[in-house]
């Protein structure tokens, strides 16, 4: 894993040195992953790593265990970390938003505020998330920039992990002895990505193989074709 997301991070050009990367860290196996890799390559890539843990207030008990994970691990290796609560169901009606929509606006407000200009805010985004986003634009009808699916690169917000697999973080979460939270939200059909990810892409896995891998390679052939004809 390490050594993928060292090759994305030099392909995209995400980072410069002494530059300050502010990570959105859930405590999830893929932030947590990506934080503790990112602060492991601190030095050798001439970086400040910070993480930054947005409450949304929206699963009680659970959130606010969460919430204490990311401050008890980032306490643990030494990570400055900045915690913001949100009450996301109340402030996103008062939007005229749905949970989803205005939380998603709000966590990216947040973390690249924090981050400044000149700074970068890393995301966990991985290789399936990918795979899992361009079926989803294609069910509900899309034109190029939808089936490029998640950019590695977007503004101010870099993906380290979007070359690396579900299963490649879990066992670098496992080499490293990190521990890491699970979301119960990740678990319900409601949610259409949810969906997808329980119902469709392992069918598509299994008829074939390396089907994420395959989508991701598609969506970047497409994202520059796109950027191509925008620059025309």
Same mark, same amino acid.
């Given at each position: 894993?390490?050594?993928?997301?060292?090759?994305?991070?030099?392909r995209?050009r995400? +980072?410069?040195?002494?530059?300050?990367?502010?990570v959105?860290?859930?405590?999830?196996?893929?932030?947590?992953?990506?934080l503790?890799?990112?602060?492991r390559?601190?030095?050798?890539?001439?970086?400040?790593?910070e993480?930054?843990?947005?409450?949304?207030? &929206?699963?009680?008990?659970?959130?606010?265990r969460?919430?204490?994970f990311?401050?008890?691990f980032?306490k643990?290796?030494?990570?400055?970390?900045?915690?913001?609560?949100?009450?996301?169901?109340?402030?996103?009606?008062?939007?005229?938003?749905?949970?989803?929509?205005?939380s998603?606006?709000?966590?990216?407000?947040l973390?690249?505020?924090?981050?400044?200009q000149?700074?970068?805010?890393?995301?966990?985004?991985?290789?399936?998330?990918n795979?899992?986003t361009?079926?989803?634009? +294609?069910?509900?009808?899309?034109? +190029?920039?939808?089936?490029?699916?998640? $950019? $590695?690169?977007?503004?101010?917000?870099? /993906? $380290? &992990?979007i070359?690396?697999?579900?299963?490649?973080?879990?066992q %670098?979460?496992?080499?490293?002895?990190?521990? %890491?939270?699970h979301?119960?939200?990740n678990?319900?059909? /409601?949610?259409?990505?949810?969906?997808?990810?329980?119902?469709?892409? $392992?069918?598509?896995?299994e008829?074939?193989?390396g %089907?994420?891998?395959?989508a991701?390679?598609?969506?970047?052939l497409?994202?520059?074709?796109?950027?191509? &004809?925008?620059g025309?």
């Open positions: 894993m390490l050594h993928k997301m060292l090759q994305t991070i030099d995209y995400m +980072l410069e040195p002494q530059q300050r990367v502010v959105g860290f859930s405590g999830g196996a893929d932030s947590t992953a990506l503790f890799a990112l602060h390559l601190e030095q050798q890539l001439d970086i400040r790593v993480a930054c843990h947005i409450n949304h207030c &929206l699963r009680g008990e659970e959130s606010e969460d919430q204490q990311c401050t008890d980032c643990r290796y030494n990570i400055p970390l900045t915690v913001h609560r949100i009450w996301a169901q109340q402030e996103a009606k008062q939007a005229g938003q749905s949970v989803e929509t205005f998603r606006q709000r966590r990216y407000q973390l690249t505020a924090l981050a400044g000149e700074g970068r805010v890393a995301t966990a985004h991985n290789l399936n998330d795979a899992e361009v079926l989803f634009y +294609l069910a509900r009808g899309t034109g +190029l920039n939808g089936l490029g699916g998640i $950019p $590695p690169v977007r503004g101010q917000i870099i /993906r $380290p &992990l070359a690396c697999t579900r299963e490649q973080i879990e %670098f979460c496992g080499e490293n002895g990190l521990d %890491f939270i979301d119960s939200s678990d319900s059909d /409601r949610y259409t990505r949810n969906r997808i990810r329980h119902q469709v892409t $392992p069918v598509l896995e008829l074939c193989p %089907f994420a891998a395959r991701a390679e598609t969506a970047a497409l994202r520059a074709d796109e950027d191509y &004809l925008a025309q």
